[in-house]
């Protein structure tokens, strides 16, 4: 709807400017109120619980089919439409409002969250499908059909527009989800004064007590979200055995940092990263295997994620290495990994270096417009918990992998724990073969704070597993038992694991059908 289509339904209105624009405001509102809402249940169920392309759509789907109940339930209501419009407007903005809230209570302290997220998906949609049948039907008063409907749906679709920009580039990395979802709910009051503002005469003696539920809603949300800080540090807290000593929300994540006597651990999306008691372990196998069997010392290596700076730690050991170029999505990792004193203690201010390149951008994306070769490439990427990553576990993205690569260079990625999910880790050592390698060695280790581990090698020349060298000092590894990191048990092998791709991200539903009964 533009300009002109306003003016001409104010026009069409024949002097009832002000119940006419507090029509359409609360048509725009509505738009952006019932897409805020939508993204809010969809992504905290998919934070929560994974697999975020299952709960958007299952939200979607039942988010539209609650709406089309909602609009069927609106022909049976005929009488004080203005009444009951206020409402259903402050219902949506006590249960839009606290659908968030409700949401990581039932997760932190209940067994109830899935049943939560369908009562409040329901209830909202169906709430918003009685909106647009009321402002249709009220505005029938001041103009004609075509008109009401090309003013209503216009405005409601360009709220919708502005909400689905806001919600990634402004909400979520400004406000969080929780404290979202109680601003939204502010809109939905707003809704409620505008119309007892301009329809309160019409609308009678109820108006006064809608009034003070407006006041009530208004007051208790502000009150929400005046203690959101204290209520998130304590649901927080009920997640980790630790204790939290730092937690952010960012546009990609969220950040928690937990410390215990002299134990340090990192947590991106409620998935641990490292503990400082045995990251060593960790680290070590990722760097130093593919050094000792690389047939030549590398110069340029690629890190893709690792933003904490302890594999960079590890390569900056290796004086033949000129330079290291990493590549991490999240500027707050790289920035908490650079100004806190518990991990730049750990990674020994690793990535200050002359000879790091921090660059803040997508993995997949740096490789497709990558030009230099790289003697060494490794993939410190979290687990494939969600639709996002396991694109960067896909056949086409180490396909990128192998063009960046020198003649004769390697790769290695983290591959998930071939004990707790076998299928996820042979899936990925199957998918990087297909991505054009002509050699792989899965190898693993044990790392207390995470289990058995895994990693992928690969490259297109051969290596020698029999003869690693260890040209550095390590806490863990020697090099007389890097061999053994190759063996595998027999109730950890899986012979027919498939190929995950960008059409078929097989990796997602291989890594958490694994990964169900541990967490």
């Not at 975020?52 to 049976?76: D, N, Q, V």
């Not at 002509?438 to 995470?450: G, I, K, Q």
Request: glycine share 8%.
């Amino acid at each position: 709807m533009t300009t002109d289509g306003t003016e001409a339904a104010v026009a069409a209105a024949g002097g009832n400017r002000r119940q006419v624009l507090a029509l359409v405001f609360s048509a725009f509102v509505s738009g952006l109120c019932s897409i805020i809402y939508e993204l809010l249940i969809a992504t905290t169920a998919s934070y929560f619980l994974g697999d975020s392309i299952k709960f958007f759509s299952l939200t979607i789907g039942i988010y539209m089919a609650a709406m089309g109940l909602g609009t069927f339930l609106s022909r049976y209501i005929e009488r004080h439409m203005l009444g009951r419009f206020v409402i259903i407007e402050l219902a949506l903005a006590a249960l839009g409002g606290l659908s968030i809230p409700i949401l990581y209570f039932a997760y932190a302290w209940t067994e109830l969250f899935f049943h939560a997220y369908l009562v409040l998906t329901v209830g909202i949609g169906v709430l918003i499908g009685l909106e647009i049948p009321f402002l249709t039907r009220l505005m029938d008063r001041y103009n004609p059909l075509k008109i009401n409907i090309a003013s209503i749906l216009s405005f409601d679709y360009l709220g919708a527009l502005i909400a689905t920009i806001a919600f990634p580039f402004f909400l979520l990395p400004v406000f969080g989800i929780y404290q979202s979802s109680l601003l939204f709910g502010f809109a939905n009051v707003s809704i409620g004064f505008v119309m007892l503002r301009v329809f309160g005469e019409e609308i009678g003696k109820p108006a006064r007590a809608m009034l003070a539920l407006s006041v009530a809603v208004t007051v208790f949300l502000g009150g929400m979200i005046a203690l959101s800080h204290a209520f998130l540090e304590k649901w927080d807290q009920s997640l980790y055995e630790d204790r939290i000593v730092h937690a952010e929300q960012t546009r990609y994540q969220r950040i928690v940092l937990t410390r215990d006597r002299d134990d340090l651990r990192l947590y991106l999306d409620g998935n641990l990263q490292f503990s400082s008691v045995d990251e060593y372990r960790y680290h070590e196998a990722l760097v130093h295997i593919p050094l000792g069997l690389s047939p030549r010392p590398p110069r340029r290596v690629l890190l893709l994620g690792a933003g904490d700076g302890l594999a960079a730690r590890e390569l900056l050991k290796h004086q033949a290495i000129a330079e290291i170029v990493l590549v991490d999505l999240d500027p707050a990792v790289v920035a908490l990994a650079r100004g806190n004193a518990g991990i730049r203690e750990l990674n020994g201010g690793s990535l200050d270096s002359p000879r790091v390149q921090v660059v803040i951008g997508d993995a997949f994306e740096y490789l497709r417009e990558n030009s230099e070769p790289f003697d060494l490439v490794i993939a410190d990427l979290p687990d494939p918990n969600n639709s996002g990553l396991a694109r960067l576990y896909a056949k086409q993205f180490y396909q990128l992998v192998h063009r960046s690569l020198a003649p004769g260079g390697l790769f290695v990625t983290q591959a998930t724990s071939p004990y707790f999910s076998p299928r996820a880790f042979w899936s990925i050592e199957a998918t990087v073969r297909a991505g054009g390698f002509e050699r792989t060695y899965p190898y693993h280790l044990n790392v207390p704070s995470f289990g058995e581990w895994g990693f992928v090698l690969a490259s297109d020349v051969a290596l020698d597993l029999d003869k690693p060298r260890l040209a550095v000092a390590t806490r863990y590894l020697e090099a007389d038992d890097i061999p053994k990191h190759f063996q595998f048990d027999k109730d950890t092998i899986v012979a027919n694991a498939g190929v995950s791709t960008l059409d078929r991200p097989t990796i997602l539903d291989d890594y958490l059908a694994g990964w169900q009964y541990y967490r």
